[in-house]
């Protein structure tokens, strides 16, 4: 009964959407305000109701309704209720039912907060938002129905992938996906303001947050993906170039620089165009990403509907929506002249050439993705596109990126004296340098690119300390440090963040660069070393039972060269009956400067075991940088003269230092 | 609208035969074995560290053709194992680095090659990314010349009324 109620209110959810996107358009193009007022309510119900629909279906979940096929075919009674729960999104049908869920909490959102919006323009953001979810809703209900209901529901269920039973992938999905639709409120704004035919630095005010908002969930996505990647996979990787991870990686990058750009619409009133153009292509390649994960047109290791009906059904979608919005945008975009005057040295260069190189970059791992496709259709070749081309291509424009964002970050607005910039910026370059020779030195015969790695993470992170610490203004150093905690957040913010790429990059460079690899037979009781620990296989157990798998464990000792033991790994293969797969836990023993990293192999015919050891350096960091980087996202998020309703709610002018400007 | 379906229909059909032809290809060769190996095996590593540094090198370039995505150094597939070992047999024979690639591309084509060869219709791919980045550049440069270069602009362009809005709006 409650299947059914869920699958009636899609249903009725889908209607209220289509009203959505008719109404309230035509009522600000009228200039008729109960038509273009209908539209609030009208998102509220229809989150309302995608939320009671994917109520219903976490209910058959949890339940374990094996009347409904996708039950049957993701989740089983042994399974531990969490992973019931993220069974819900484990799958083509239930992640497209959070996907429409999540855009119509965004659409709501923009209802409720958006109450210093004019109301044409609120009332066309709001349609906009509707008529992609109007698209979505369809492509639910006609190609990817989860309520269907099987005639004759069998005794028990065939089990989630065993791999997606973890708590790091099963809360990925969501956080990509807020940060996937997230970005349809960039494109709804853009398409509104086309229609409106105005943008000015208050539309950049607008957009920011929200795009600030999607970015930061999709590097936390981004970040959990690749975290559960490098221990559950048991190859100890953390990025692999897939089509699917490069599906989230270009949405990122276009979010990055929309969020640049934006800020120059907001402060200068220039490269409006651009922002235009840059937030209806970021959605475009979410909507590009999900064709990609969806269509099974790629081949993936994540792959995980293999259906090209629903391929074509959003090759549809994408080619409407962009096609739509670039045809507007074709004839509108002339429209918007720019205001704000620079000088060719000045922070609005700094964010050109920002936006410069993260487009290139997200248009090489967009050909590289694409590549194979195109090569086949149009020459007939079978290629294959992969890291090596990857880490080749894109590199170049990572490191230029680094160069630049420290200096960029410090010019003034309008005007500025590049030597000043500089200036202030030699101890950094110092210190870069000078940890950039020592990794060289300490690190000898390896790669000329680990230690420049190194260097550039350095002049990262301490350049954006710098650009803090050059806010505080003169005087004397208890001074500054009073002014530093009363800066803006918003600077906080930009300095957390870009203090956090360095950090990622660090550890991605130290790992990549320095780790250290040991592939052996390992005997119970014979200890050896690897790098500068001692390794040794105490026991391996067979046939541990867990919930719903059977595990080989081993028991690992992992020592510092002195003998003093640090911990005991317990590294095993589990192999889930119901699914008949099996699957490698690495046993990990985290640490600030490296991770000791143990995954166990096949026994040998000859006694002992395979072991595998890395000790990886660093590797903490990239997730830690990952988490940094969406800090300084929330930390710019709270501050107030960027809050939604800042309008709304007048606060008490709060003392300040320097300002950004 | 026809010749649209008509290519899509290609794309697909192309796209879907390439997992059944490199199936078709493990089980005539009969490696499909039921039970997965562990990537790089102990019993493959060689003696000599010099040498199975470029096995691994190699093995990192080359995809695993019955895999979804992975290179042979990462698969546990049997077929992987077989072109590890493959590899590593050809380099202890003394085989140069390309003749190792070459061998391997003889027997299972272009596609397991991880990094696209710089011939025909590939030199696109490669070259792509400087052309956007010089044609982005140029543009971006001509922009910026053009800001620098134009006058100071009226502030008509708001009412009395949306500039109040506005101050507002900014908070200050």
Redesign the interface.
């Known amino acids: 009964m409650i299947t059914e109620l869920g699958h009636f209110a899609l249903i009725l959810a889908f209607m209220v959407a289509v009203f959505q996107m008719i109404v309230p358009l035509v009522g600000a193009h009228r200039g008729n305000a109960a038509w273009m007022a209908v539209a609030e309510p009208a998102a509220t119900t229809q989150f309302l109701l995608a939320a009671f629909s994917f109520a219903a279906l976490t209910y058959a979940f949890v339940t374990s309704d094996f009347s409904l096929n996708l039950v049957v075919a993701n989740s089983h009674t042994d399974k531990p209720l969490l992973y019931k729960i993220t069974g819900v999104w484990g799958n083509h049908e239930g992640s497209l039912l959070l996907w429409v869920l999540i855009l119509t909490l965004f659409g709501a959102s923009a209802a409720w907060f958006g109450g ?1 919006l004019p109301p044409t323009l609120k009332a066309r953001v709001l349609a906009v938002q509707s008529s992609v979810a109007v698209a979505f809703f369809a492509f639910i209900l006609f190609t990817s129905n989860p309520f269907l209901r099987l005639e004759f529901p069998p005794f028990d269920g065939q089990d989630l992938n065993p791999l997606l039973q973890d708590p790091g992938l099963a809360f990925h999905p969501p956080f990509l996906y807020l940060g996937y639709v997230g970005l349809s409120m960039a494109f709804s704004f853009a398409v509104a303001a086309l229609i409106e035919g105005r943008v ?3 539309w950049g ?1 607008w957009v920011r947050p929200w795009t600030l908002a999607a970015w930061l969930f999709l590097t936390i996505g981004i970040g959990l993906g690749s975290w559960w990647a490098y221990y559950e996979l048991g ?1 100890g ?1 953390f990025w ?1 170039w ?2 699917v991870e490069n599906a989230s990686l270009m949405p990122w990058l276009i979010a990055a620089a929309l969020l640049h750009s934006a800020i120059v619409v907001e402060k200068r009133e ?1 490269m409006k165009s651009w922002t235009i153009l840059l937030a209806i292509l970021a959605f475009g390649f979410s909507l590009i990403g999900t064709f990609i994960v969806r269509s099974g ?7 995980f509907a293999n259906d ?1 009906e629903r ?2 059904y959003i ?1 549809g979608i994408l080619c409407f929506f962009m096609g739509g919005a670039l045809l507007l945008f074709a004839l509108r975009a002339g429209v918007m002249e ?7 040295v000045s922070r ?2 700094g964010l ?2 920002n ?2 190189l993260l ?2 970059s997200t ?2 791992v967009f ?2 993705t694409i ?1 194979p ?1 195109i ?5 007939d ?9 990857f880490n ?2 894109f590199t170049p ?1 990572v490191f230029g990126l680094a160069v630049a964002l420290p200096i960029g970050a410090m010019l003034p607005w309008k005007r500025a004296k590049i030597g000043r910039a500089l200036t202030a910026l030699v101890p950094a370059l110092v210190l870069a340098v000078a940890l950039g020779l020592l990794a060289w030195a300490v690190y000898t015969g390896h790669s000329a690119l680990s230690p420049i790695g190194v260097a550039l993470s350095v002049w990262l992170v301490a350049g954006a300390l710098t650009d803090l610490w050059s806010r505080t203004g003169r005087g004397d150093i208890a001074g500054r440090f009073g002014r530093l905690w009363r800066l803006p957040r918003a600077d906080w913010g930009k300095t957390v963040a870009h203090a956090g790429v360095g950090i990622t990059m660090f550890g991605v460079v130290a790992l990549t660069g320095y780790q250290v690899e040991d ?3 390992a005997q119970e009781g014979q200890p050896y070393r690897v790098g500068a620990y001692e390794i040794e296989l105490l026991r391996v157990d067979e046939n541990v039972r867990g919930p719903n798998y059977i595990s080989t464990m081993g028991h690992v000792a992992v020592r510092e060269a002195d003998g003093r033991e640090i911990t005991v790994l317990r590294p095993e293969r589990r192999i889930y009956p119901v699914a008949g797969m ?1 699957t ?1 836990e690495a046993g990990i023993n985290n640490g600030f400067t490296r991770d000791v990293y143990v ?1 166990l ?2 026994p ?1 015919d000859n006694g002992g075991w ?1 072991v ?1 050891t890395w000790i990886k350096p660093f590797a903490n960091w990239i997730w830690g940088g990952t988490i940094i980087m969406a800090l300084g996202g929330l930390l710019s998020l709270s501050d ?2 960027y809050r939604v309703a ?2 709304a709610a ?2 008490q002018p709060e003392p300040r230092g320097v300002p950004a400007e | 609208m026809m010749c649209l379906s008509g ?2 229909a ?3 059909h ?3 035969a ?2 059944r032809a490199a199936l078709a290809v493990v089980l005539v060769l009969g490696a499909l074995a039921a039970v ?8 493959e ?1 060689l003696d000599d560290p010099a040498l199975e540094e470029r096995a691994r090198d190699i093995s ?2 080359l ?1 695993c053709v019955v ?5 042979i150094d ?1 698969s546990n597939a049997t077929l992987a194992r077989d072109l590890r070992l493959m590899v590593r047999e050809r380099l202890v024979a003394g085989d140069s680095d390309a003749e190792v690639v070459s061998f391997i591309v003889d027997r299972y ?8 060869t710089l011939t ?3 030199i696109a ?2 070259v ?2 400087f052309l ?2 010089l044609a ?2 140029g543009l ?1 440069l001509v ?3 053009r ?2 270069a ?4 009226t502030e008509a ?2 009412s009395a009324e949306e500039q109040a ?2 101050k ?4 200050d």
């Open positions: 210093n000015d630095a208050a005010r190859w990787g692999f897939d089509p220039a047109v790629l081949t993936s290791v994540h792959a090209p391929g074509v090759l720019a205001k704000g005057v620079f000088s060719t609005e260069t050109v050439v936006n410069l487009a290139v248009f090489v050909i590289g590549w496709l090569s086949e259709m149009f020459w070749r079978t290629v294959s596109v992969g890291p090596p081309f080749m291509a424009f592939i052996r037979v099996p490698t995954t192999g096949d040998q395979a595998r107030r003269r800042a309008g007048k606060a | 290519w899509l290609r794309l697909w192309g796209l879907r390439l997992p997965p190996a562990y990537a790089v095996q102990p019993d590593v990192a370039g995809r895999c979804r995505n992975e290179s990462e084509g272009e596609y397991v090659l991880l990094r696209p025909g219709s590939n791919l490669w792509a990314p956007i980045l982005g550049g971006a922009y910026i010349r800001r620098a134009s006058p100071a602009p362009a708001l809005r506005l507002d709006l900014m908070g």
